[in-house]
Every structure is written in C-alpha cells, then in structure tokens.
C-alpha cells in the first residue's frame, strides 16, 4: 500500500514538473513574440517598446482565440483596464459559428428621447431566438452616458444604441467570447462617470474640512496650517 502511495506521488510530482516547465517554456516563447511586437511601428504607439504590456496582449489574444495583430489594432487600455471595441465583439460574436449574425430591433424615436434598441441573434443548434437587455435613450441618460461632454450618444444615437446592445448581447449570452471585458464604449463612459464621482467626493471633503478650519478659528485665531486629506497642506486663508 505505502509503494503504491509513493509511486502515485511520484508520478502526480512529475506531472506538476512537466506541466511547470510547460509553462516556463510558453512564457518565454510569449517574451520573444513580445518583443518582436515592441520593435514593431505598426502596432499602437502605447505597446512599441513595452514588451511587458505586449506579453499581455499576446496572451490574450491566445485565450481569444484571435490573431495577436487583430488583438493589438483593436484593444484599447483605458485607465489601466483593457477593452475591445464594439465592432471587435461584434466580430467575434458573427463568427464564432453558433449564432446567426447579430440584429436590431428599433422602437420609439430619437427626437423625443424614447429611441431603443434590442440586440438578437438565433442559436443554430436549436433554433432559438435570443434576445440582449433593451438599451434606450432613457437609459443613456439615467446612466450618464448621454450627458457627458463630447458625448457621441447625442450625436449618434442610432450607432451607439446598436453598439451597447450588441455588446450587451455578447456579454449575457456569450461570456465565453468577451472573457468578461467591457467594451471600449463602455470603459469610456465608466471612466467618464468615476471622475466625476471622484470630482464630487473632493468637493465634499473640502467644505467638510472647511467647516472644520471654522470651527477651529473660531476658538483660536492664531494662523495656523491645516492637514488635508491625502496629506495636503493647505492654509486657512486659501479655503475662503
């Protein structure tokens, strides 16, 4: 029984030695596939002499399932998250063989803000219709995502409904394929809504110390320095 154990553990430390060099191997032949694309002009400014971030996207592009150039020229880092564009998942969704190309079914208007859109598909195994959430101008407003500056929900309504509904569909019907990435679209207004929210807390932190350096003047008007939040300096007079 004892020999048996042993020879079992042998063989399971064999195999995790063999699966670690397997490993070691993979990540070095990724290095120098890497480092070609570092060299490389052609692939975005952001990745050229950075081979660490094109390990990154070389390794992605392999769980993709995607030619590692069509993954480069299409993935966009924003505030430290990667994402694809929406035309990217729309590809991927209309070729990955088991469902029928991606369409839309539009109701209400875009001039008096009821314009929304549905995203579907059928299953060709089954014969299923499938359909993402609604997305709608409404929603694009309650979510900020219309109201902010430059926004292109404004001034197209019609492409950016059909983006967020498709991305919408691919991420609730074929996670597989988006590996749980949001859509550059979507990165950018998460961005948008985070800074603002950012922008907000600050201003709440500043009256809030404001109110604080009032107090304390009150008691003691001896000049005297104050220590902000995140370790800022900041004297009386500068909060009035």
Known sequence: MKEQELITETVVDTITV?????????????????????????????????????????????????????AFQNIYVIQGKPSFSAQFWIAQFNSCGQYTSINYDFTGEVSDGTRACIAYAT????????????VSMIMAKAEGWSTK??????SMPELMLRYRAATFLCRTVAPQLTM???????????????????????????????????EVVKDDPTPHLVIAPETKMVRDNDLF
């Not at 993979?26 to 596939?33: C, G, I, M, T, Y």
């Not at 070389?58 to 069509?70: F, K, N």
């Not at 500056?149 to 404004?154: M, P």
Request: proline share 3%; with cysteine.
């Open 18 to 70: 063999s699966k670690l060099a397997e490993r070691a191997e993979a990540f070095e032949f990724d290095q120098r596939v890497a480092m070609v694309y570092a060299k490389s002009n052609i692939v975005p400014k952001e990745f050229q002499n950075n081979v660490a971030d094109c390990i990154v996207i070389v390794s992605l592009a392999r769980q993709l399932g995607v030619p590692e150039m069509m």
């Open 123 to 134: 299953e060709k195994l089954t014969g299923k219709l499938i359909m993402g959430p609604e």
């Open 149 to 154: 500056s430059g926004s292109k929900w404004l």
């Open 180 to 214: 749980g990435l949001h859509s550059t679209e979507e990165n950018k207004d998460i961005a948008t809504l985070e800074g603002k929210s950012k922008s907000v807390k600050t201003q709440d932190e500043t009256v809030s110390l404001a109110k604080v350096v009032e």
